[in-house]
């Protein structure tokens, strides 16, 4: 399959920045986002993006976003890339409604980083046309991708995403369906690890992030990485990873479900373990 038309829906972060890079591969893509306002921040954060990488010798910026379509609904394609809420209710409810509208033949994707596909898949009647593709962020810069089958995931379900993945340019890295697959599973509790740090006055995030970035050679510090992930969406991936393998070690840190009950999110509240 060549997925000419792409439907992505969640115009965030995330989904901005897939809708970039596929429509930057030659695709035509709609970008469908319920939250008001939310495809045009996405496409305002796309030029952004696409004008940064034109000085570097990118596409033209003009020419990506002439092949993206903002719509209002969701709507037939040969591909769906969910990025909405790290929210299994919300995304189950989404292939439902999208299982009912895409072709029979459309495969159904998700880009959720630590929810099972399995469980996606099963509230479909095309099981085998579901399957994970974990893209990291930022999507434009970073190349892996996390091809995640289902139970019920064909073959040739598997085999199309992970060319679809090197046709825009990624390493597609194939892992089996266990809740936080693998990057979330090892990255998560590293977090949570730094947050413990800080809760027991170990050290200051500052001090923690540059014994990361300098002792470890990690690009970016541990706290940093969790204000740009969005500390609510971290709490989201651990909950998931604490119900779904039953073992305390990944229960959030006390410190970061206090930071989000008090909206402190990270870079997209304004403030989080850094104020930005």
Known sequence: MDFEHVLVVGAG???????QVVAASGRRVSLYD??????????????KS???????GGADPDEVLARVAAVDALVPADLMIEAVVE???????????A???????????????????????????????????????????LKLVEVIRALQTSDETAAAITKLAE?????????????????????????????YAVLEGVAE??????????????????????????????????????EGLGNPKYAPCPLLSQYVHAGRLGRKSGRGFYTY
């Open 87 to 97: 929210d299994a209710a919300v995304k189950e409810d989404l292939f439902r409604r």
């Open 50 to 56: 696409l004008e940064r990488l034109a000085e570097k």
């Open 13 to 19: 972060q995330m989904g901005g920045g897939i809708a």
């Open 167 to 195: 046709d825009l340019g990624k390493v597609p890295a194939h892992v089996n369906d266990f809740p936080g697959f693998v990057s979330n599973r090892i990255l998560m509790p590293f977090i949570n690890e730094a947050a």
């Open 99 to 141: 299982d009912g509208i895409l072709p029979d033949g459309a495969i159904l994707a998700s880009n959720t980083s630590s929810i099972p596909i399995t469980s996606l898949a099963a509230v479909t009647d095309r099981p085998d046309r579901v399957i994970g593709m974990h893209f990291f962020n930022p999507v434009p810069v």
């Open 34 to 47: 319920a939250l008001p306002g939310a495809t045009e921040r996405g496409l305002a954060a796309m030029r």
């Open 205 to 242: 995030p500052e001090a923690i992030d540059t014994i990361a970035k300098l002792g470890f050679a990690h690009p970016m510090g541990p706290l940093a990485l969790a204000d740009l992930i969005g500390l609510d969406t971290c709490v989201a991936i651990m909950d998931v990873l604490h």
